[in-house]
């Protein structure tokens, strides 16, 4: 019997580095939501990965950065709690910002992982000759394994990284399935697609103070799904901008949502959305427990 090898890769980094659009990239479908905004990926979301006989867990973190709300740190603690059982670290850095002072903080939090790697993205946008310092800054902050050159968006030096990363995955019975998938709970998927277009659509007004909760989905005779879904405000305020004059932004969210969900699933469906306004919706525990985060007091 051939050998197996399996393990956990945590991607980490700051915000907007390019985290969920590499994990997009590898999957070759959405796993994770990609936005405008900043702080957007709300929980751990798992995606497997084949590269040969090797399976690649990868936890797609939220963005690191100077916590403030509850929801923030509940956010920012996932993210760490993350590394606990990685048996790699992927360290994903935006080039065109450099090394700030949150990436060596960060660094100084990660630098002792015996599997611990830099991918510098969006490395299409700048001179080599500006990639080179980075590079030699990283390799004293830390020892990294390796340092990637890539650009996720264009899938440029991805396939070449996977590689690597395979290569230092334990033997190991497989811990999912031997097929690519991701293990974000149904549910919880539906409702990042919908909150994504929230933020594709409205992003300069609204704040982050939004959540989308799926409360049900139902199939009907023909195999049509309908999905009652939820999107929680704190105001009034946001509830209109969320609406638009004569319910315009909502139909865009919900068509582009729906479009979304049939692409991928490859199913017709009719998708419900209401806006509520829950006032003090970040202080309920139910909330953070939806989302697979936890709730501190």
Avoid: C
């Avoid at 405008?36 to 690649?56: D, E, S, Y």
């Avoid at 903080?105 to 969006?122: P, S, T």
């Amino acid at each position: 019997m051939s050998k197996t090898y399996s393990g956990f890769i945590s991607i980490i980094g700051p915000t907007n580095a390019g985290k969920s659009t590499l994990m997009n990239q590898i999957m070759g479908r959405k796993v994770s939501i990609v936005s405008h905004k900043v702080q957007t990926t709300r929980t751990n979301l798992r995606a497997i990965k084949m590269v040969g006989n090797r399976q690649l867990v990868f936890v797609d973190t939220p963005g690191v950065f100077k916590p403030g709300r509850r929801l923030d740190r509940a956010m920012v603690g996932a993210a760490m709690d993350s590394l606990a059982d990685a048996d790699a670290v992927l360290l994903i850095l935006d080039s065109t910002k450099g090394i700030t002072d949150t990436v060596r903080g960060l660094i100084e939090k990660i630098k002792d992982h015996k599997n611990l790697f830099v991918a510098l993205n969006k490395t299409d946008a700048v001179r080599k000759s500006e990639l080179l310092p980075i590079a030699a800054e990283l390799n004293e902050l830390a020892p990294f394994r390796e340092i990637f050159m890539i650009s996720a968006m264009k899938n440029d030096g991805v396939e070449k990284m996977l590689g690597a990363l395979a290569d230092v995955m334990p033997e190991s019975p497989y811990l999912f399935e031997a097929h690519d998938a991701t293990d974000v709970p149904d549910n919880l998927y539906l409702a990042e697609l919908t909150r994504e277009k929230i933020y594709r659509y409205i992003h300069q007004e609204l704040p982050y103070h939004i959540n989308v909760v799926t409360e049900r989905v139902d199939v009907d005779d023909e195999g049509v799904l309908d999905i009652y879904q939820k999107i929680v405000v704190q105001s009034e305020g946001h509830k209109k901008i969320i609406i638009g004059r004569g319910g315009i932004q909502l139909q865009k969210i919900g068509t582009a949502a729906r479009h979304d969900i049939q692409d991928q699933w490859g199913v017709n469906a009719r998708l419900h959305l209401f806006v509520r306004v829950e006032p003090n919706w970040e202080d309920v525990a139910e909330n953070y427990t939806d989302q697979g985060l936890e709730f501190k007091k």
